[in-house]
């Protein structure tokens, strides 16, 4: 069976500053999805980056970013320039490709921004 | 924008009652979702749909039905509620047979059996 860690329940970040958040995930296919989300406070879950297995190329989008190791089966996200309102529970989240498309998650990570 | 709505943000219940969740989406997606969020656990899928009258047993579907008669709407039902069932509903949606589409979410529903 598929399952995604994240090992971190909590991690804190000061404004400004850079904050890598870890997720593993133990798979045996070969072609799969690997998704961060985004829960802020008593609001609705978003998507933040997604990335393809297929792919080599680490995902970004403006201030998040990846870095996807494959073989070693970690999905990390950076956030760069970190602010207030990415303060937030995050889900590390996995699925494969085709099919009914369930999502595997995380248990989630809360992240304090200080200002 | 892609609108999941759930039918209520906050529910109190009691023991053995019936409870019904409702998600409406505008989207016109085939897939729906029922998730499960408790502190420490993450999300646990209960049950999704990928068309209309079509249902799949998730993580943890025991103690939980769904109904799905339109496209647009999918039912959560809870057939006799228990205290172990209060927890955060959250309802999704997206486009089928695409893995690479994420599933858009609603505000949640939190419930509370007493």
């Known amino acids: 069976a598929q399952t995604v860690t994240q090992s971190q329940p909590e991690m804190s970040v000061q404004e400004a500053e850079t904050v890598t958040l870890s997720c593993t995930y133990d798979?045996?296919?070969?072609?799969?999805?690997l998704f961060w989300y985004k829960q802020p406070p008593s609001r609705q879950m978003i998507l933040v980056i997604r990335q393809e297995a297929y792919k080599q190329q680490n995902a970004t989008e403006n201030r998040f970013s990846v870095n996807f190791q494959k073989a070693a089966k970690s999905f990390s996200l950076k956030i760069s320039d970190s602010q207030l309102g990415d303060a937030a529970m995050y889900f590390c989240a996995y699925t494969t490709q085709g099919g009914s498309e369930k999502l595997v998650f995380g248990k989630g990570m809360k992240l304090t921004v200080n200002p | 924008d892609v609108k999941v709505t759930q039918s209520s943000r906050y529910l109190v219940k009691r023991t053995g009652e019936k409870v019904f969740l409702e998600c409406v989406q505008d989207m016109d997606h085939e897939n729906m979702f029922w998730y499960r969020q408790d502190p420490g656990l993450g999300l646990r899928l209960i049950y999704f749909s990928y068309d209309v009258k079509m249902k799949e047993k998730g993580d943890i579907p025991e103690g939980y039905s769904v109904s799905r008669e339109k496209k647009e709407r999918f039912s959560l039902i809870l057939e006799s509620a228990s205290t172990n069932q209060t927890s955060m509903y959250l309802c999704a949606s997206s486009f089928n047979w695409a893995a690479n589409q994420p599933q858009h979410f609603g505000d949640g529903t939190r419930l509370s059996i007493l």
């Open positions: 798979t045996s296919e070969s072609d799969y999805y």
